[in-house]
T-cell receptor, first 117, second 113 residues
Framework: AQSVTQLGSHVSVSEGALVLLRCNYS??????LFWYVQYPNQGLQLLLK??????LVKGINGFEAEFKKSETSFHLTKPSAHMSDAAEYFC???????????????FGQGTILTVHP | SQTIHQWPATLVQPVGSPLSLECTVE??????LYWYRQAAGRGLQLLFY??????ISSEVPQNLSASRPQDRQFILSSKKLLLSDSGFYLC????????????FGEGSRLTVL
């Protein structure tokens, strides 16, 4: 079974500041990990995903995340926040290897990012 | 390219009324289809998934049901809505990607009064 914990339901940063959204996971098998972004009243859009090819994953809009197995973490970062980054962000995990877990993502509770001018 | 459509986008229904939310995927065949519900502050919960026509798996016991009458159509239904059914319902699909990455629709917001 898999689980995800996102530390901090709300994060507030100033425009131009570093963005750090925390995600810790639990998985009994090697995981695939995802970060999705959701703008108000819209669906989820994939930012990036970890598939075991590289521990530092670069995504869209300048975001990146680092997989740290020893810390069971997959934190999302962006060096300089932009007003357009204000949204809700979800970390998700699924088991690698497919089978009955294929496509069944377990999501964290979400982190709302606010960007101040 | 593949697209996914959900409708209606917004729905306000009285308690005890029926529900039908529809999801259609275009540009792909034989997708895996999923219904997730998002309640305020509670993340996303997988409700149903389907690997083919007529094949439905339920993840949690509830007042809802799902059907897949065609390859690229997925319907979420209820005979009698409860207040607790309120939420944002998201349809998603995946096919071919070994990681099972999901692609989401725009969602349907249901308010039960």
């Amino acid at each position: 079974a898999q689980s995800v914990t996102q530390l901090g339901s709300h994060v507030s940063v100033s425009e131009g500041a570093l963005v750090l959204l925390r995600c810790n996971y639990s998985s009994s098998v090697p995981p695939y990990l995802f970060w999705y972004v959701q703008y108000p009243n819209q669906g989820l859009q994939l930012l990036l995903k970890y598939t075991s090819a590289a521990t530092l994953v670069k995504g869209i809009n300048g975001f990146e995340a680092e997989f740290k197995k020893s810390e069971t973490s997959f934190h999302l970062t962006k060096p300089s926040a932009h007003m357009s980054d204000a949204a809700e962000y979800f970390c998700a995990v699924t088991a690698s290897g497919g089978g009955t877990s294929y496509g069944k993502l377990t999501f964290g509770q979400g982190t709302i990012l606010t960007v101040h001018p | 390219s593949q697209t996914i459509h959900q409708w209606p986008a917004t729905l306000v229904q009285p308690v005890g009324s029926p529900l039908s939310l529809e999801c259609t995927v275009e540009g792909t065949s034989n997708p895996n289809l999923y219904w997730y519900r998002q309640a305020a502050g509670r993340g996303l919960q997988l409700l149903f998934y389907s690997v083919g026509i007529g094949q439905i798996s339920s993840e949690v016991p509830q007042n809802l049901s799902a059907s897949r009458p065609q390859d690229r159509q997925f319907i979420l239904s209820s005979k009698k809505l409860l207040l607790s059914d309120s939420g944002f319902y998201l349809c998603a699909w995946t096919t071919g990607d070994p990681t099972g990455e999901l692609f989401f629709g725009e969602g349907s917001r249901l308010t039960v009064l």
